[in-house]
């Protein structure tokens, strides 16, 4: 039974990968400004081994994974395209190191009740957290925790600020 939902849970994930949807270039990235470097740390895994991302090389590996950072569309927790890729460094990592454990912090703007912020938040951290176990990450590696509103990044009042705050941090132990 586990086995032809994981089966299904790939092949939907596949196919999501293969379409050609998306936000419409709504926003940016919001990556410039330093904005992962609060909760996640600067320090860089080096790619181990084996386990690399289709199409990147070890140098292109270990630049992902210096990304700790997924952004989000507003009031949405579906992980854009441009951020596959570095989710799935940061899986061929924590599957070639099965010791390691990552806490994926879910965050949000400061738009909406704190209760459904929350509920976002967490969302939008199970989601990197279902990309990171379809690519063979194990469960007990990879725990959630939403934040809501709680930690912003920025705190100007403007879309350029709320748009660095609709995120996930992707926090190894020990950092």
Request: charged share 20%; aromatic share 6%.
């Amino acid at each position: 039974m586990t086995t032809l939902l994981m089966g299904v849970v790939a092949a939907v994930f596949l196919t999501a990968c293969a379409s050609t949807g998306g936000s419409g270039g709504q926003e940016g990235a919001g990556a410039a400004g330093g904005a992962g470097g609060a909760a996640s740390g600067a320090e860089a895994y080096p790619a181990g081994g084996s386990g690399g991302v289709q199409g990147q090389g070890l140098a292109g590996q270990a630049g992902l994974m210096a990304k700790r950072t997924i952004y989000f569309a507003f009031d949405k927790s579906t992980v854009k395209p441009e951020y596959r890729d570095i989710i799935a460094a940061h899986a061929a990592y924590l599957s070639a190191h099965p010791k390691l454990t990552v806490t994926l912090e879910g965050n949000t703007d400061e738009r909406g009740s704190r209760e459904y912020n929350i509920g976002l938040g967490e969302r939008r951290a199970e989601a990197v957290k279902q990309m990171l176990l379809v690519q063979g990450v194990a469960a007990n590696q990879v725990h959630t925790i939403s934040y809501g509103e709680e930690r912003p990044v920025c705190t100007a009042h403007d879309e350029s600020c709320w748009r660095l705050n609709r995120r996930v941090d992707i926090v190894y132990s020990g950092q």
